[in-house]
């Protein structure tokens, strides 16, 4: 199984790659309690993206439909090619989960003791 690789930026690599089931089935004791906090953060970075890329393609946006007045926008092509090249939600969320940098907690698990 590969490590976790980043570009020499420092970036997630945007290549899927296989992971090592049982190191990610030790971070939670279960692996598909693993599979349902990535999943759960993916969602989160994906939620967060659409945001930041709806907000930066909204100061292009126009008040009018006139065809004849839609032109070619650099600035908003260029954001929209970043984004389609940024790694996806769900590899972004692995690599966190990974390295740690993930918080997370099942309230079945956790005892409360009703004396205390």
């Given at each position: 199984m590969s490590k976790n690789k980043r570009n020499a930026n420092g970036s997630i690599s945007p290549v899927m790659e296989t992971k090592n089931l049982k190191e990610m089935q030790q971070k939670t004791g279960n692996l598909y309690e693993s599979i349902v906090v990535i999943a759960k953060r993916a969602n989160q970075i994906s939620s967060h993206l659409k945001e930041e890329l709806?907000?930066?393609?909204?100061?292009?946006?126009?008040?009018?439909?006139?065809?004849?007045?839609?032109?070619?926008?650099?600035?908003?092509?260029?954001?929209?090619?970043?984004?389609?090249?940024?790694?996806?939600?769900?590899?972004?969320?692995?690599?966190?989960?990974?390295?740690?940098?993930?918080?997370?907690?099942?309230?079945?698990?956790?005892?409360?003791?009703?004396?205390?």
């Open positions: 709806h907000g930066k393609l909204e100061e292009f946006a126009t008040t009018t439909d006139n065809l004849e007045e839609i032109h070619e926008n650099r600035e908003q092509i260029e954001i929209s090619k970043y984004y389609e090249k940024m790694p996806d939600a769900t590899l972004i969320a692995t690599q966190e989960f990974m390295e740690g940098k993930v918080y997370f907690r099942n309230p079945s698990k956790d005892t409360v003791d009703p004396l205390k």
